[in-house]
Structures are given as C-alpha cells and as structure tokens.
C-alpha cells in the first residue's frame, strides 16, 4: 500500500502562484510514477501532469503547459506542484496519483494509488 496525501490548499488572485505538495508512506516511493489530476465541479476528473520515477521525464496537459511544473524528491518521498499565471479556470480539488507502470498515463483508471484531494481556489 502507498498512502498519498496533499497539502497547499490555496485561494489565490489569478495571475498568482501556489505550491503544491504530496508526500507519501508505506510502499518505495520511487517504484512509482507520480502524478496529479484535477476535478473542477460538474466536470469530470482530468490529467494534470506525471512525473517518472527518476524524474526525468514529465509530462503536462496543454491547459497547464509552460504554467505549472512538476517535480519530485525521492529522497524526502514527496512529490510537487509549481502553479505559477493561475486562471480561474485552474479552481478545482487537486488529486496527488501514483502509478507503477508508465501507461494509460492519461486515464485516471489506470492509477494504483489517490491522496483525499486538496481544494485550489483562483479568484478573478
């Protein structure tokens, strides 16, 4: 078992900032692919960005490239979320994901482990 859990719940302005973090327990922490998802309300959950194990590949959904970045510290078992030009549309709780196998990246089905979700909230 691999037990996630989030932290960096954040009301921002938009155009701001805000730092995720998810650290996590039980299993090696660098076994996995970490990832995050979102899920604004009345919308499904959707991909946000995953990391690979070593960390060095990262892969981001187009709504958050170039804003949002993703890395991980397998020393300390914790993995985070840069958010940086943050738009109204970003609000949504934040979903931190592990995965042993580096497929089906995209689809939340495919994930072995969920954190409870962090609430981001960006204001106009």
């Known amino acids: 078992q691999v037990h996630l859990v989030e932290s960096g719940v954040g009301l921002v302005q938009a155009g701001g900032s805000l730092r995720l973090s998810c650290s996590s327990s039980g299993r090696t922490f660098s076994n996995y692919a970490m990832a995050w998802f979102r899920q604004a309300p009345g919308k499904e959950r959707e991909f946000v960005a995953i990391i690979s194990r070593s960390g060095l590949t990262t892969v981001y959904a187009d709504a958050v490239k170039g804003r949002f970045t993703i890395s991980r510290d397998n020393t300390k078992n914790t993995q985070q979320l840069q958010m940086s030009s943050l738009k109204p549309e970003d609000t949504a709780v934040y979903y931190c994901?592990?995965?042993?196998?580096?497929?089906?990246?995209?689809?939340?089905?495919?994930?072995?482990?969920w954190g409870q979700g962090t609430q981001v909230t960006v204001s106009s």
């Open positions: 994901a592990a995965k042993e196998v580096w497929t089906y990246i995209y689809d939340d089905h495919r994930y072995d482990y």
